[in-house]
């Protein structure tokens, strides 16, 4: 009776969250059919509730994926109890004498292949060891804590056993899986770069500080030079800066590295970190040092730094690593060529891709004749070769961020294309041919439980696509249809989410300035070049349109890319489409939905410029109807926009643009193309809501919006002004947080030819007193882009060599202060006379500042400039600058800040006696400019593989911003950033 009562308390407690939970894991989405290992440890003979349990896992699961774990004993009265289910307990069960939890324990993590759970450990001052707070770590979900005896709970009962791990661990991370902590504690496996010795020493020197303060450390790398592999080495290296106390924290070291793309900048962290100890009491002289992992496409020539670093504008340091490798790195790598070809046939170097890649530094001839000879040994119409060219393609184009996670395939969502049947005893990973191996590496999920199939290196993704798409005689259009109707992304596993996302990121993320990326894209890099290259962009469309009905149903941006496109290519009927459906999806996300709205005005604007076009002959006031239905169309969605485009993160001046250009559009238009008996009628119909004379009685119903014209007009420039006129946008990217949006530095291109425009609507309203004011603002707009960006105050005056009032030069004499540009610097510096100084560059403060001797001050009084716009320059931690002097509302600014160590005396040559680089190039064919850009694309790959360039090649590469700003110029699209 009382084991009665006992079994009815537990169902009545425990049995239906057990059942939930079981119903929970069992869902295909969570784990996939046949991934799922049931384990059931018996070590009592209390049976309460296991009867139920088990009945339900073996229906959840089925008895395939299932073991029974106890000792002798228990199990054979467990069978007793419950004979009607004994042949499947003596089928799905293990048993042994004498059997301990702690032997049992062990015997499952060495089987499972998991690792021994140990307590993370904080050193102190004493040696002792100090456990962090279990629960504290549990909550930190993103971050891991290297303990104090981090690998050294790992038992060896031989030096044999040893030694095999080591070899299996230095395979595993020579293949190209993520390195691991045993790498680096067995201390052989890792190649030591040159400037680790110097990385640890500016570390330690930040650690060992006796005040509080926040530092950062960048070490700025090219892909596949093994940056996050250095930094880890870094903090592993680090051991030895201990706490004082539980309550007195010193030093605290933070590795940043494959954070997902986010709002939320890496300033924005550093400042979080930063208000919070500074607030509180308890983190006394709180030491933190962030060494923060930086993907660089390619790192330039760094021969004119003093020593193996720089300090940015920011007051970082930033380290540099290049995949190519320096003489003693590359003995070393020799040196363990040869030692891993002393092991047997077995351990083969040369299979050793990501090994192989470094040790040859990144050779591009050595990686593309890898693939060659190696690809040949996977059957072109295999399953195995159908994986890799997915990944290859997902690895490719999916566009990759500063610090983001590189594109892999969760290894559930390709049990179908690989063959998985719960017949076979064997995952299909583990039966990969050896030569897939090389190419592909399969490994534990980041974030989350699950394995991963990704490429074993970086650099193998577009060689290898690109030889799978010869060795096919396939269009790139065609493999990503493929991708698309293939089984990998009809799983219904959990993963699939995530492979969805790689999969919209690669159709639909644009490269851009304002991501921080190193040019900016119309569209994804592969829609582009499907477009680019093959002979139709409607393939680039039908992929899209694939995704829109098979994949992300519904998705307002897939459809917003689809208008954008559609759009580019003169389709304006399936753009507008399109251009609505997005907008009508869009209806739950303001900013979205702005975005949309954009697309969609862009979309109108374009039709009507083209069907205007058309027009040779002045038409009447009723057939201009159906033209101003679109372009009055276009007003609206701008001016939907621009009200729901007011967060933090979208730059209004987009829409804005947008707004006063399709009003100058409309005008023009009734101007140039309408024939009316009285023109200023016109003028008088749009300003005057009484005015409705019968001449324009179709365009009633145009009326109440055309008379928004004026009030839209100055609400916009309100607007303009106080982001022109007062304040100046730049990008708020933390490792160069003083570059000038492209807004600023491409408006001094456009701005004459829209005076010109501007002033034909003059003449039209001079009977106007007050209309005629608003459009003379007109003469003061710009046009541009937005993104995530920050305001800083704008320069109104330059310094001078002149006397009195002329030693200062208004701002407006420099076309904006978008002076990053060399030539143009030089230009404006002989025209107006703007004075050099120069100062002495210093980290104070935690910020980079120029001190400058007060000429006037007779205590020789240093003056302190806090403000430094200068590009991407780089400097050391204390040298001297030449530099030239702009005020603000906010306090004096130094611009082209340059180190006196180049000595290029930039002012006593005569490089602005030619023409400005970008008006020149703004005047060249862009088919041509393209070619140039091609031709730097060569330049770079000859410099990559150790090549020398002619002095003429390397002025081309120096012209590539240009060329590139230039591009966009002639684009004509200045308020298109949706």
């Given at each position: 009776m009382q084991t009665m009562q006992k079994s009815e308390k537990w169902t009545q407690d425990y049995s239906a969250g057990i059942r939930d939970a079981v119903i929970f894991f069992s869902q295909k989405d969570i784990i996939p059919k046949g991934r799922a290992l049931v384990i059931v440890l018996l070590f009592s003979n209390n049976f309460d509730g296991i009867i139920e349990t088990i009945r339900e896992l073996s229906i959840r699961f089925g008895w395939e994926q299932m073991v029974i774990i106890a000792t002798e004993n228990v199990l054979k009265?467990?069978?007793?109890?419950?004979?009607?289910?004994?042949?499947?307990?003596?089928?799905?069960?293990?048993?042994?004498?004498?059997?301990?939890?702690?032997?049992?324990?062990?015997?499952?993590?060495?089987?499972?292949?998991?690792?021994?759970?140990?307590?993370?450990?904080?050193?102190?001052?004493?040696g002792a060891f100090v456990p962090a707070d279990a629960k504290f770590v549990e909550t930190l979900a993103e971050f891991n804590i290297l303990s104090a005896k981090q690998c050294e709970n790992k038992e060896f009962q031989t030096d044999e056993e040893r030694e095999q791990f080591s070899s299996k661990t230095e395979e595993s991370f020579y293949r190209g899986e993520k390195v691991e902590w045993f790498n680096f504690y067995f201390r052989t496996h890792v190649l030591k770069r040159q400037i680790f010795d110097s990385v640890e020493s500016t570390i330690s020197k930040i650690l060992q500080g006796d005040q509080k303060v926040l530092s950062t450390v960048i070490?700025?790398?090219?892909?596949?030079?093994?940056?996050?592999?250095?930094?880890?080495?870094?903090?592993?290296?680090?051991?030895?800066?201990?706490?004082e106390s539980e309550n007195n924290a010193k030093p605290l070291l933070l590795l940043i590295d494959d954070l997902e793309q986010s709002d939320l900048t890496f300033d924005d962290v550093r400042r979080q970190i930063y208000i919070e100890y500074r607030s509180n009491p308890k983190v006394n002289n709180l030491v933190c040092c962030c060494i923060l992992c930086h993907r660089e496409t390619e790192i330039h020539q760094l021969s004119s730094l003093q020593y193996d670093y720089s300090v940015n504008t920011s007051g970082a340091i930033v380290y540099y690593l290049k995949q190519k490798l320096d003489e003693p790195e590359k003995q070393w790598m020799d040196r363990k060529y040869k030692e891993l070809e002393e092991k047997g046939t077995d351990y083969q170097p040369d299979h050793l891709l990501s090994f192989m890649i470094l040790r040859k530094g990144c050779s591009q001839t050595y990686i593309r004749s890898t693939i060659r000879h190696y690809l040949l040994h996977i059957d072109v119409s295999s399953n195995e070769f159908e994986l890799l060219a997915y990944t290859a393609l997902l690895s490719t184009y999916t566009p990759k961020t500063k610090r983001g996670p590189s594109a892999f395939i969760p290894v559930e969502c390709c049990d179908s294309l690989m063959?998985?049947?719960?017949?076979?005893?064997?995952?299909?990973?583990?039966?990969?041919?050896?030569?897939?191996?090389?190419?592909?590496?399969?490994?534990?999920?980041?974030?989350?439980s699950g394995k991963q199939v990704k490429m074993s290196h970086p650099a193998l993704a577009e060689p290898v696509l690109r030889q799978i798409l010869t060795k096919r005689k396939e269009t790139l259009s065609a493999l990503t249809q493929r991708f698309l109707d293939c089984t990998i992304l009809q799983s219904s596993s959990y993963g699939r989410q995530t492979l969805i996302n790689f999969t919209k990121e690669m159709l639909?993320?644009?490269?851009?300035?304002?991501?921080?990326?190193?040019?900016t894209t119309s569209f994804s890099p592969l829609v582009e070049e499907i477009c680019n290259i093959e002979t139709s962009w409607i393939n680039a469309r039908k992929i899209l349109e694939t995704v829109f009905t098979k994949i992300l149903v519904n998705d307002h941006y897939i459809a917003q890319t689809l208008a954008r496109l559609c759009s580019k290519h003169k389709d304006f009927e399936k753009g507008i489409e399109w251009g609505r459906l997005s907008v009508e999806m869009s209806m739950g996300n303001k900013i979205a939905n702005g975005f949309c709205h954009q697309s969609l005005a862009i979309c109108l604007d374009e039709q009507f410029?083209?069907?205007?076009?058309?027009?040779?002959?002045?038409?009447?006031?009723?057939?201009?109807?159906?033209?101003?239905?679109?372009?009055?169309?276009?007003?609206?969605?701008?001016?939907?926009?621009?009200?729901?485009?007011?967060?933090?993160?979208?730059?209004?001046l987009y829409p804005i643009q947008g707004v006063l250009n399709t009003i100058?559009?409309?005008?023009?238009?009734?101007?140039?193309?309408v024939r009316c008996k009285f023109s200023q009628h016109v003028m008088m119909f749009i300003s005057d809501e009484?005015?409705?004379?019968?001449?324009?009685?179709?365009?009633?119903?145009?009326?109440?919006?055309?008379?928004?014209?004026?009030y839209e007009g100055e609400k916009a420039l309100a607007i303009i002004e106080q982001c022109l006129c007062f304040h100046t946008t730049f990008y708020a990217h933390d490792d160069n947080s003083h570059r000038e949006h492209r807004l600023y530095r491409g408006i001094q291109y456009r701005y004459p030819l829209f005076i010109m425009i501007t002033v034909n609507f003059l003449e039209l309203m001079s009977t106007n007193c007050h209309h005629s004011r608003i459009y003379q603002k007109l003469l003061m707009t710009g046009i541009g882009e937005g993104g995530k960006n920050i305001t800083q105050p704008t320069t109104h005056f330059f310094l001078t060599n002149g006397l009195g009032f002329k030693s200062l030069c208004h701002s407006s004499e420099s076309k904006g202060t978008a002076l990053f540009n060399s030539s143009a610097w030089e230009r404006f510096v002989e025209t107006y006379n703007i004075k050099r100084l120069k100062g002495d560059l210093r980290f104070h403060n935690g910020k980079t500042c120029i001190f400058v001797a007060n000429e006037k001050s007779p205590s020789s009084e240093l003056i302190e400039i806090r403000r430094i716009r200068s590009g991407k320059t780089e400097f050391n931690s204390q040298e001297e600058v030449y530099f030239y002097?702009?005020?603000?509302?906010?306090?004096?600014?130094?611009?082209?800040?340059?180190?006196?160590?180049?000595?290029?005396?930039?002012?006593?040559?005569?490089?602005?006696?030619?023409?400005?680089?970008?008006?020149?190039?703004?005047?060249?064919?862009?088919?041509?400019?393209?070619?140039?850009?091609?031709?730097?694309?060569?330049l770079k790959s000859k410099l990559k593989n150790g090549r020398h360039l002619k002095e003429r090649e390397k002025e081309l590469l120096k012209q590539e911003d240009d060329i590139r700003t230039a591009i966009d110029i002639k684009k004509n699209d200045p308020y298109q950033d949706d």
């Open positions: 009265r467990f069978t007793v109890e419950y004979r009607d289910m004994t042949d499947q307990i003596d089928k799905y069960s293990i048993s042994g004498r004498g059997m301990t939890w702690e032997h049992v324990n062990a015997t499952f993590l060495e089987l499972t292949g998991c690792k021994d759970q140990e307590n993370v450990l904080l050193p102190t001052s004493s070490i700025s790398h090219e892909p596949g030079a093994g940056g996050t592999t250095f930094d880890s080495k870094n903090v592993m290296s680090l051991w030895r800066h201990k706490e063959g998985y049947s719960l017949m076979k005893t064997v995952l299909w990973e583990k039966n990969m041919s050896k030569t897939l191996k090389m190419f592909l590496v399969i490994e534990q999920k980041e974030n989350a639909v993320r644009r490269l851009k300035e304002e991501y921080n990326d190193d040019r410029k083209q069907e205007t076009a058309k027009i040779q002959t002045l038409i009447s006031i009723k057939d201009a109807v159906t033209y101003l239905t679109i372009i009055l169309e276009a007003y609206s969605n701008f001016l939907d926009a621009s009200r729901l485009r007011k967060g933090s993160a979208d730059h209004i100058i559009t409309c005008l023009k238009f009734i101007r140039k193309n009484a005015f409705t004379p019968q001449e324009f009685k179709d365009w009633l119903v145009f009326k109440l919006k055309l008379n928004t014209f004026p002097l702009g005020f603000s509302i906010s306090g004096p600014i130094a611009y082209h800040v340059k180190p006196t160590r180049y000595e290029e005396t930039a002012i006593e040559q005569s490089f602005w006696q030619d023409d400005d680089r970008v008006e020149k190039f703004v005047e060249e064919d862009e088919e041509q400019l393209h070619r140039k850009l091609n031709t730097i694309k060569d």
